[in-house]
């Protein structure tokens, strides 16, 4: 049985071995037991060939990391009888030739279909927008198309890999878009890290897009960014990594107090992490009412009286933990409500939660590994919610952002606000719906099929309400 510190087995670490085995009755039933008593758990089992003599059989499993995977296929290849033919990583596999391709909206026939789409019937559609820029809307992908920016240096928790190494999740981000809220997106990484170059640049392609979703931008940076597009833009800029994240953390939070019985203005909240997600977070609940935050990152527990902090930083010292506490994390977390980490794993033991006040509620969302085992965590709080598909409550932000952003292109929104925030965290919650939540279910499934129809309504109603907010 593995601790309670070891990684458990996921789909992102799985793989495929095909392997070669003498022909018995119990030759599919070894391969499938060694590689469970490696700590792996087996998916699938196909014979792809045999003889009177050998079969060969691909073996498909779920791993915990890297070594964990080496681990299992050494177990198969210490088997008497049996030779490894091939290793697959399965994640590996699916991203060859990328995510993503174009598909064009129009049949292309005959001469007549290319005419009309292309030159010279086009030229009529672009003089109307030349005449009417308005008509781009309706007229052009604009209506549908969001541009996922990213200068690759916040990638995920891995840090500055460039833009390159970004792709990957930029062509995910699109993939997601299309999937959940049928918007066409489409990664745009840019190679700098000047602020001034990446806003002059996003600024240049916007009239292409409807929206723009910044992405694994890092903070202090982020803010600046998002600010001054949004001041130069005529479209909706979104950076998902704050307003996606606290959209979903009000959401699960929203349902994780129904089930406790406690009132957001009466709770204390602490925030570990007080980057992009970390200080959208804690905004969104200072705007709607929280009791008190105290809010953690590498000075300590922000507080009033320290010196020599970022703007950011100092905002949040002068506008969280009432009392000025200015200890250390656990200290922190003593006797409080709610525990939100967007940092960094291994932070925090199970007896750091258990000092936490009754029916407490840890959302440990760092990924892959989180702040706190949540198997440890369970052990002493009412409700545990991660980041991670492999767990129950999995707090991910394509619950919001494919909505949103289908909102605010059905809208024609002009920009994005904390009151299209709220709604959507709304919407999102009463998805779950009061009748039906309990401590293993405070957020829907990202495959709940009403969840992104559900946030548009919400976010075109906000953004009818208030267009210019």
């Known amino acids: 049985m593995p601790s309670s510190t070891t990684p458990l087995p996921s789909a992102g670490f799985s793989i495929t071995v095909r392997v070669s085995v003498t022909a018995d009755p119990a030759a599919i039933g070894r391969l499938t037991t060694a590689a469970g008593e490696a700590g792996a758990v087996v998916t699938a089992v196909d014979v792809v060939d045999s003889d009177h003599v050998t079969l060969v059989a691909d073996l498909t499993c779920d791993t915990a990391d890297t070594a964990h995977a080496d681990q299992v296929v050494a177990a198969l290849e210490g088997l008497v009888g049996v030779e490894i033919r091939k290793v697959s990583d399965r994640t590996f596999l699916l991203h060859l030739g990328g995510k993503i391709e174009v598909t064009p909206r129009v049949s292309l026939r005959n001469r007549d279909e290319l005419s009309r789409a292309y030159t010279p019937g086009v030229a009529r559609v672009c003089q109307a927008i030349a005449d009417n820029p308005a008509d781009a809307r309706s007229l052009t992908i604009k209506r549908n198309t969001v541009a996922v920016v990213s200068d690759g240096s916040a990638v995920l928790g891995l840090g500055n890999l460039g833009p390159a190494a970004s792709l990957p999740v930029m062509e995910g981000k699109a993939a997601l878009f299309k999937r959940f809220g049928g918007v066409d997106a489409w990664p745009v990484v840019l190679d700098t890290q000047d602020s001034d170059e990446i806003v002059s640049i996003v600024k240049a392609i916007a009239p292409a897009y409807g929206g723009i979703n910044l992405e694994d931008i890092a ?73 008190d935050v105290i809010a953690y990152d590498r000075p300590g527990a922000l507080h009033r009286k320290m010196s020599d902090l970022s703007p950011d ?147 075109r109603d906000a953004a009818k309400a208030e267009p210019t907010a």
């Open 313 to 459: 930083w100092r905002w949040l010292a002068e506008h969280t933990n009432r009392d000025g506490y200015a200890g250390d994390l656990p200290g922190a977390l003593r006797g409080a409500d709610v525990f939100i980490g967007v940092s960094a794993p291994n932070l925090l033991t199970g007896a750091d939660i258990a000092g936490m006040a009754d029916q407490a509620i840890v959302f440990a969302l760092a990924n892959p590994d989180p702040e706190v085992d949540p198997r440890e965590a369970r052990a002493h709080a009412a409700i545990v919610a991660t980041g991670r598909s492999d767990q129950p409550n999995q707090i991910n932000n394509v619950l919001a952002f494919p909505g949103v952003f289908r909102g605010m292109l059905d809208a024609h929104a002009g920009s994005f606000n904390a009151a299209m925030a709220v709604a959507a965290a709304q919407a999102i919650a009463d998805v779950v719906g009061e009748e039906k939540i309990n401590p293993m279910v405070i957020v829907p499934s990202v495959f709940d099929a009403r969840v992104a129809p559900a946030v548009a309504a919400a976010v």
């Open 219 to 291: 903070a202090p940076r982020c803010f600046e960014i998002e600010a001054r597009l949004r001041e130069v833009l005529d479209i909706p800029v979104f950076h998902d990594d704050q307003h996606g994240t606290a959209i979903c953390v009000l959401a699960a939070l929203t349902n994780a107090l129904r089930v406790v019985g406690k009132q957001l203005s009466q709770v204390k909240v602490v925030v570990s992490g007080t980057g992009a997600a970390g200080t959208a977070i804690i905004k969104l609940l200072l705007r709607q009412g929280v009791g």
